[in-house]
Nanobody
Framework: QVQLVESGGGLVQPGGSLRLSCVAS????????MSWVRQRPNKPLEWVAT????????YYVDSVKGRFTISRDNAQNTLYLQMNSLKAEDTSKYYC?????????????????WGQGTQVTVST
């Protein structure tokens, strides 16, 4: 069974940084794309970033380009999201998810296995 455990969230001031981690198990990590998606209260899931199986390609939503960096350690089955220059609008619960290819839309928590997410709050 797929298990995804996100961590690293917290409360940070605007302009600050956080590094999120996601430890994955129950599937072959190095043959899957991995993504970060986020969700504000009462809002749909929003795709944030995706990294290809071997890390050779990364993709970002325009609103985080130049501020967020997605990376992975296939030896440790771990996904990361380095978030710099955080803004209030980045406040969300962040989830990691595996996929067979790049998806920038259509994320749905009713499909597949999801972790509990990690809350990021950017506020003074």
């Amino acid at each position: 069974q797929v298990q995804l455990v996100e961590s690293g969230g917290g409360l940070v001031q605007p302009g600050g940084s956080l590094r999120l981690s996601c430890v994955a198990s129950g599937f072959t990590f190095n043959t899957h794309f991995m993504s970060w998606v986020r969700q504000r209260p009462n809002k749909p899931l929003e795709w944030v970033a995706t990294i290809a199986e071997d890390g050779h390609a990364t993709y970002y939503v325009d609103s985080v380009k130049g501020r967020f960096t997605i990376s992975r350690d296939n030896a440790q089955n771990t996904l990361y999201l380095q978030m710099n220059s955080l803004k209030a609008e980045d406040t969300s619960k962040y989830y990691c998810k595996e996929s067979s290819r790049l998806f920038t839309t259509g994320w749905d928590k009713r499909l597949g296995f999801w972790g509990q997410g990690t809350q990021v709050t950017v506020s003074t």
